[in-house]
């Protein structure tokens, strides 16, 4: 499988602005410097980043749940992406997973061992391997 997106800039850096696509047209939208930096209108590259890791880790939860014969009812899961100065550049440098699951008939350590297998083991955390990833998870 290859999955593709796509992004147009156009003008300079802090005076231009862009469009980002999905390839299954689910989502285009704008961004910015002011959206990347500052609290501009549209979305930034690390928003894009945080909703694929909520995503994946929310699916990957339920899976290895799944192949525990345990079905969850609700796996909710916010990624917040720290985007810092570092030196002359910025970078991702870490990423909070805050996770809530509705898991009837288990118990909170349970839940806890199936989401911390879930964190190291959904692709975009291992993609993201050089990223130190948190997690916070809840049963609910």
């Known amino acids: 499988m290859i999955r593709t997106s796509s992004a147009q800039w156009n003008g300079g850096l802090k005076d231009g602005n862009g469009t980002v696509k999905l390839g299954s047209g689910a ?7 002011t959206s990347r930096f500052e609290s501009g209108t549209g979305t930034n590259p690390e928003e894009l980043v945080a909703a694929a890791h909520a995503g994946c880790f929310s699916m990957a939860l339920s899976a290895g749940l799944g192949k525990g014969g ?8 916010v990624a917040n992406v720290n985007f810092e100065k570092v030196g002359e ?14 898991v009837p008939g288990i118990d909170e350590a349970t839940f806890l061992e199936y989401a911390e297998a879930a964190k190291k083991g959904c692709p975009i955390s291992r993609a993201l391997g050089a990223v130190e990833i ?3 998870a809840k049963l609910v």
């Open 134 to 136: 948190t997690l916070s």
């Open 27 to 33: 989502y285009e939208g704008q961004y910015s410097f």
């Open 70 to 77: 345990i079905n969850a009812t609700r796996i909710s899961t």
């Open 89 to 102: 550049g910025f970078s991702i440098t870490r990423i909070d997973l805050v996770t809530e699951g509705e």
